[in-house]
C-alpha cells in the first residue's frame, strides 16, 4: 500500500502561484509514476501532470502546459506541483496519485482545494 497526502491548496486570485506538495509513504517503491489530476464541480476528474520517480520524465495536459511545473523530491518521497499564473478556471480539488504508468493509477490521495477568484 502507498500512502499519500497533499497540502498546499488555497483561495487565491487570478494570476497569483501556489505550491501543492504531496508526501508519499508505504510500499512507494512500487510505483513508477506519479502525478496529479483535478475534479471541478460537475466534471469528471482530469489529467494534470504526471513525473516518473527514477528518469524523472514529465508529462502535463495542455490546459497547464507553461503555468504548471511537476518535481519530485526522491530522498523526500515527495513530488510538488508548482502552479504560476492561475486562472479561475483552474479552480478544483487537486488529487496526487502514484501507479505504474501514465494508464495505471492504484492510489490516491485524499485530495486538496484550490480556488480561484477572478
Known amino acids: 500500500q502507498v500512502q499519500l497526502v497533499e497540502s498546499g491548496g488555497g483561495l487565491v486570485q487570478a494570476g497569483a502561484s501556489l505550491r501543492l506538495s504531496c508526501a508519499a509513504s508505504g510500499r512507494t517503491f512500487s510505483s513508477s509514476i506519479m502525478g496529479w489530476f483535478r475534479q471541478a464541480p460537475g466534471k469528471e476528474r482530469e489529467f494534470v501532470a504526471a513525473?516518473?520517480?527514477?528518469?524523472?520524465?514529465?508529462y502535463y495536459s495542455d490546459s497547464v502546459k507553461g503555468r504548471f511545473t511537476i518535481a519530485k523530491d526522491n530522498a523526500k518521497n515527495a513530488v510538488f506541483l508548482q502552479m504560476n499564473s492561475l486562472k479561475p478556471e483552474d479552480t478544483a480539488v487537486y488529487y496526487c496519485?502514484?501507479?505504474?504508468?501514465?494508464?495505471?493509477?492504484?492510489?490516491w490521495g485524499q485530495g486538496t482545494q484550490v480556488t480561484v477568484s477572478s
Open positions: 513525473l516518473t520517480w527514477s528518469g524523472g520524465s514529465t
Open positions: 496519485a502514484a501507479g505504474g504508468n501514465r494508464l495505471r493509477w492504484d492510489y
